[in-house]
């Protein structure tokens, strides 16, 4: 039941690398990726990026904390190139043509002690952002791949705060003329375990009786 292609959905941008899925999910979610080929030349708009880190604000926080916060920057200011600065190698190969970067920097303590589940609130945070990049026709790339302990520095960023993420934010990319090497590895399939592999039953390990 779990497995084989999932239902046709409405062509998009992101559309020839729609996750496959025994059940209908919405296609907003199923057309989601991190690819690396991005515009160098598609702008993303201010109002562009306060739509994605909008759609962050009002994700679920447990007890109302909301440890996130955001540090973003268009291609062309200042605070784009601090960013970009920030990335391993490998990534700036490719995320420095992102329209923007975003960096989501998550609190870990407050004035009543440690959040224990600042790290979980932040990464709903990264996903309701990614799926809202993903309806407006854009990418959004979350990497670790940066240099923490030079943002902490370079940004300020005051104690009790972890820096965590580092998003691009951008369009797919034309392959014509791309680097052949980030062209290969979007085009890879996407890889995820099997319904049956991540929803249990009775036990570990006991399929989940679907339909009974």
Do not use: C
Not at 29 to 41: E, F, G, H, T, V
């Amino acid at each position: 039941m779990f497995d084989g292609p999932g239902p046709a959905q409405p062509h998009h941008p992101h559309a020839d690398r729609s996750a496959g899925s025994g059940v209908q999910i919405h296609p907003v979610i199923a057309q989601r990726w991190s690819a690396r080929n991005l515009d160098p030349d598609a702008v993303v708009t201010p109002d562009d990026l306060f739509a994605a880190v909008e759609s962050a604000r009002v994700a679920a926080s447990w007890g109302g904390t909301f440890p996130v916060r955001f540090l973003a920057g268009l291609r062309g200011d200042a605070a784009h190139a601090t960013l970009a600065s920030l990335l391993s190698e490998g990534n700036k190969r490719w995320a420095t043509s992102a329209g923007a970067l975003v960096l989501g920097v998550v609190q870990t303590v407050n004035d009543k002690g440690d959040l224990p589940y600042a790290m979980f609130d932040a990464g709903l945070a990264t996903a309701q952002l990614s799926l809202q990049a993903v309806s407006m026709g854009l990418v959004a790339h979350p990497m670790s791949g940066f240099d923490r302990d030079e943002a902490r520095r370079s940004l300020r960023i005051p104690d009790g705060f972890e820096p965590l993420v580092m998003i691009a934010l951008g369009h797919i990319g034309d392959e014509d003329g791309a680097d052949p090497a980030i062209v290969e590895r979007d085009r890879k399939p996407r890889r995820r375990p099997t319904l049956t592999d991540m929803v249990f039953g009775e036990q570990w390990g006991a399929p989940f009786p679907a339909g009974a």
